[in-house]
């Protein structure tokens, strides 16, 4: 990871440092940061030659060699003082509240439109819709780019940044050409470290958020890390961590909740967490206390999956939609907790 | 479950019913409620001619034959509104806060005594000290019968009600005999259905509350309130769940926290529930945030392990005990949350 | 799912079926088995009255809709005789041995082709060679497509049949173009359901086997199922389950074996087990016993990491890859194995 | 742990050796061998006074002070060579197998009787009969004292040699008493410290050997030897490891097959193993491939459930029991497996 002594380095110096690590088989990879251009060598950094002859460029100010997996996902990294904003919400500021339905019905747009209304008078700050679902079996409805168009006009009528989930690279494209506000990389994708990789790169330069579920399967949190880092290394620096459950469930949920994790993300990373109370217990009545027990551990947000008619719903909603009322009264409780843990959580 | 018209029956009612249910194999087990007994019949008591013959006395109001493996402690038997009472704490009308030493050093008694204190001032109304350690090796520390002296006089000193682990039956002989105010089984006992059975006996007449530690191993919710059947059907009705973290552990953490299970214990038990996030998390730098999560997932109150000067303890108290200091705030916040959470919790 | 009277349909009668089913929202996708060919509806095929058209249809001779969330895979379905082909080896007709490395070692080829040699003498019936690599932390050595060469001339060399394991759609296209005789899906890509129907099309023509190794995450044995009916439900009815081992960890192996999952995959699905119990246990001294145990269990052959020089290799070969020599020996003894199971495994 | 110069030290230096030890609140345990006896220092034995002491002594040849958490039980320890004989058969020479009921029906005795005449035709060395059972639920039945009575005569009549599992004190002293064969503790009491280490004092002078069944919740393979080091540290140095499935379950079994941690026991421990099948998979169709997976990962032998009428059993046995006529078919592999595996497994 170079840093070098101006924000940016200028085409010709970044030339020179492509042409230095070409000779390793190494590569550049910029990282577009708001004050500042992050340049992280990618291959075998190690060579001590190679970082001699970096560090002899006059503009270089210094290269940082981390022993962890990930480099830029590290808390002791340049990234460290990282922002992300998304919608009007600088995250980390105030309680980030996304909200809205696990899929966008075909058949009934109408309701998603109400849906998206509910949860901006609830005081949600952006819209979640699923286009595209992955699904156990080849038979299930697997969701249909037409409902992208759904998503939009929410986006218009009320003005809240959306969030779509991308499962492949076509979707990718879409997605990117709509201009969805944030992206989602769902439970099944998190080590597809190919579409992570390409999610790097398609968003590097519109540097689109991108909210990263945790693996239900993954084991240690560096793995999570990791994950995110490909994310990163490939240009996109602005990733959030999503617990959202992990297997085997605990008996009577969907999946054992894991907004515990929270901690051991922010001690060893810099990027936020936005947890998903909805996928973890994965009924609705249990939503409400897995909200506030993740904001207790220190998360910076809440994805929750709201309907405004949840048993007419397809997908998940009929099982762990709340309604827009219920979700109310969530946002209350959870700006008096995220008071309280500015204590302890520091 | 028999439930008859007054209150209790009397001894001739009693021996009646019992001459009944002998004929089919089958005994009675007397629950002592603080309002009312209630007389189960322990053995299978499905027979549909025993049944009709209870119900033919009229001293009977009805006979209750449930389909769960447990029947005491399900929120429908009669036992639903028994309230449990802590030293001047009546469980569930404001959060139990039971602290201290993982293990009294029996080297360092005065210790002990200055965090009863530390505790007390903090705001505990209970105060734990280990006695007897389950330890993994047969070499290492097993605890000493010499520390009860410690734990009584810390009571005497402070007046808080004291809470002692009990791993078999000579144990239970002297924490009874010593009227410890609350009794404790390990995470290693909680199937150990001999013990449980003994202490639902021994403590049948004097009613001593039973913490019950949830198995780090256990599956099924069900498993966690048949475990607890157990102490009741033996006589004692008195008895609190307690999830402490289950296995396997979420990397960084001793386990993985399942203060989540509380709504499901309270959806399925009438029994209150006090959450232990220190052996959950097993670090001191993660237990408020894992405490303040518990409260908001419906705990009844939180059992913590503190210290006056942790790094000096032995046992978990170096790795995992709070002082008296982080305790105070850690009350101060769980009382916040507490009137929080009333609304969804219903 | 469509069974015509002929083996196939002509492009009339598929045409014809084809805007019956359209105009249900659904499609026809063609499975091309050896002796006959079958027709998938793709979409909900519940509707009574497109069933109904199609079985008005003279060359129809029944449309069958399945219960479970896969058809294909189904052991009741049509494909239940379907026999599955590797070089030489018909799948179930004898033990199937793949061995070779973990990966191909860019900087030394040689070695490769050498271990090649080596697992053919000892018995093996193809070659595996990891090219690309699913890795950890995007800093890690990937792979490299120049290794597709070492492959292919490897195989020139022994004239065995080779596998490559595939991680997005650009490797599928490089694999598929150089005609590799068996891809690989990763324990990563296991839920990655858009790659496993990119296989399943790309695929479909040729024919080509595909190992689906389990995910190390997975818990219902439908969802491993159901993921190979992404690949079989696109046109390729070629796949096998891979066992490799699922998490969490039996403490001292890299995971818990789960070979013992065989008899369950072959109750439900009447595709072929080929175990993997190198990744399984991750340590060479434990891979003998793991791959009797599996065959054991009733799988039908085993894909086994083998280098000529273990210590001297690179990815996952220095701790888990056996030598020829030891390979040579667990292919004896699966052999007599293979025969004392006959009995009990029907 | 002190080795003597001689196989035993006389009365006389065995008082000297206590004398010395108790001054550092020690206390020696005497572990009775075949060959020798080892005198084990429990307490804290790292003082460098008190073992100098002990060395001064001219009948001490040398004290061990080990690393692990257990002593004992370690590979490297003087029981190193230790064999353990169960009826006739010397346990590790050949294949040991017990079978029997899960449990003795006391309404039907007869067929228990039945039952261990099949098993004893079918080759089985010795006989399983479950007279008390911990039971999930306190009002399902729990076993009687008087199946003791059924499982003393199916010994007279048959001459195996009987197991019986033991719960707690008074269950031990019957089962002693009664001079059965063998005393097994179950997976729920595996972490029950207060009974490993009565049944090792209760066990020292006949030396009963002890089957320890794995914790289900079991992480660490040292937690488990360390459990079996209670046992051993009091007095009996007769224990054997059965692995018996772990949770949580693989879908489809009754737990997650464990045969495979045998190759780790015995690289860090002397002691045999005797793997359960049947409660491993907990069906009797899957019990026969589980068998054999068993001895192919080296175990020493089974115990398996079996009942001369499945269907008409009670506890596990309608589900998990396999018939005589099925079990002899097992032996039979397992001998041509055992043999097989002897050039892996060294």
């Known amino acids: 990871m170079i840093i070098s002594k101006a924000p940016t380095l200028t085409d010709a110096q970044l030339a020179e440092v492509e042409a230095i690590v070409g000779e390793f088989n190494c590569k550049i990879q910029v990282i577009y940061g708001a004050h500042r251009n992050i340049y992280a060598i990618i291959g075998d950094e190690r060579s001590e030659t190679m970082v001699n002859r970096i560090l002899g460029l006059d503009y270089v100010d210094r290269v940082d060699r ?4 990930y480099k830029l996902m590290d808390k002791r990294s340049d990234l460290s003082n990282h922002r992300i904003r998304v919608g009007t919400v600088d995250i980390g500021s105030e309680p980030l509240i996304i909200a809205g339905q696990c899929t966008i019905d075909p058949k009934n747009p109408q309701t998603f439109l109400e849906t998206a209304a509910g949860v901006k008078e609830a005081g949600a700050h952006a819209l979640r819709g699923g286009i595209w679902k992955p699904r156990t079996s080849p038979h299930s409805f697997q969701g249909t780019s037409a409902s992208m168009g ?3 006009e929410a986006r218009e009528r009320t003005g809240l940044p959306v969030i779509a989930e991308v499962m492949d690279e076509s979707q990718l494209r879409i ?3 709509a201009r969805v506000d944030m992206l989602q990389v769902g439970t099944r994708n998190a080590l597809n470290y190919t579409l992570l990789a390409e999610i790097g790169r398609a968003t590097a330069e519109q540097g689109i958020p991108v909210l990263l579920k945790r693996g239900r399967h993954m084991g240690p949190v560096d793995e999570f890390i990791s994950a995110a880092e490909y994310v990163v290394a490939n240009g996109n620096p602005n990733v959030v961590f999503c617990p959202r459950g992990s297997m085997p469930a605990l008996d009577g949920y969907r ?3 894991d907004e515990s994790i929270t901690p051991l993300l922010k001690e060893r990373s810099w990027a936020p967490v936005i947890a998903d109370p909805s996928h973890s217990v994965g009924r609705a009545r249990y939503v409400p206390a897995a909200a506030l027990a993740a904001i207790a551990y220190g998360a910076d947000g809440l994805i929750i999956e709201s309907h405004v008619n949840p048993i007419s719903g397809i997908g998940d909603d009929p099982k762990q939609s709340i309604t827009p009322d219920v979700l109310a009264g969530i946002i209350r409780d959870v700006k008096a ?10």
Do not use: C, G, I, Q
Not at 66 to 69: A, F, I, N, Q, T
Not at 337 to 346: D, G, Q, T
């Open 255 to 257: 999946n054992h909740p």
């Open 150 to 152: 759904t998503l939009l």
């Open 175 to 177: 997605a990117v050409e």
């Open 66 to 69: 981390m022993e962890s997996v």
């Open 337 to 346: 907790v995220w008071k309280l843990r500015s204590r302890f959580n520091e």
